[in-house]
């Protein structure tokens, strides 16, 4: 299995970086220091080649692709900021706790009173309807009916009240959009000239020298490019497995040793008549 190291690319630029490569790999015949593209190395062998090797090869535009991130996110800041102001402070066209108990009153102020005149209209008529109605009957219907009116109009103001506001909120959102779209379009362009000078780099610093040295080396192997890495610039970050060989049994270094028992003889023992000389 094949080792490599770990891209400090984002996963969002890779395609980036990928078509960088392919156009570099078409535009290769146009180039004299890659005119040998296909005679020994083919464009999908060195295409692998690379892609194998990203984490060196786009280390020589790292400061460009910071530079570009950068921006990047300078640019998506503002709509994340507008989402988080959005979703916190709610109804932010008014203008502070004021504003709010406005809005409280405009809002309860028919539901309240709507409720009083269904009550005093409908206690009154039951009553009046009575054989014989109670003299406060007829008060209890005028109250309804002044409630009546009253929801009315609290309807009536809470309608123009939230027309002013819209209108207000419109004015104001237009603007911040127009504020917000200049501003936006500044902070584009810087973006868009963040990532050509990134892909610029990309190209003439990373990836143009690694093919070149790709191309140089006679010791790369056609048939197995991706463990290659160009003598000199790039490391090799293949592995290969230790070869272990046993001892050689034949030498007499490593004979097994061999042991003999010592030799006992027991003594010469004869009758008295013979005794040892």
Do not use: C
Not at 103 to 124: E, K
Request: aromatic letters at 6%.
């Amino acid at each position: 299995m094949h080792m490599n190291s770990d891209s400090h690319l984002r996963t969002e630029d890779r395609p980036e970086f990928e078509r960088v490569l392919d156009d570099a790999l078409r535009a290769a015949p146009d180039r004299p220091d890659l005119a040998a593209v296909g005679q020994r190395l083919n464009s999908e062998q060195l295409r692998t080649m690379v892609l194998n090797a990203d984490a060196l090869v786009t280390t020589a535009a790292a400061a460009e692709y910071e530079h570009f991130v950068k921006m990047r996110a300078e640019l998506r800041a503002p709509a994340a900021a507008s989402v988080r102001t959005a979703v916190l402070t709610p109804g932010r066209g008014g203008t502070g706790s004021g504003a709010g108990l406005t809005a409280v009153v405009a809002v309860l102020a028919p539901v309240l009173a709507g409720t009083a005149a269904a009550i005093f209209l409908l206690v009154g008529y039951l009553l009046k309807a009575l054989s014989a109605p109670p003299a406060f009957a007829d008060t209890m219907v005028t109250a309804g009916w002044a409630f009546a009116a009253l929801a009315a109009a609290a309807i009536l103001f809470a309608a123009i009240g939230l027309l002013i506001t819209a209108l207000r909120n419109s004015s104001n959102e237009v603007h911040r959009e127009a504020e917000e779209e200049n501003g936006d379009d500044e902070l584009s362009e810087e973006v868009a000239r963040a990532r050509d000078a990134w892909r610029h780099a990309l190209l003439e610093r990373g990836i143009v020298p690694f093919l070149r040295n790709a191309l140089a080396d006679p010791s790369a192997d056609p048939a197995a490019p991706a463990p290659y890495r160009p003598a000199g610039r790039i490391p090799s970050l293949g592995y290969s497995r230790p070869d272990f060989t046993g001892p050689d049994e034949g030498t007499a270094a490593h004979e097994r040793p061999s042991f003999t028992s010592p030799d006992f003889t027991s003594p010469d023992f004869g009758g008295p008549d013979h005794q040892p000389e």
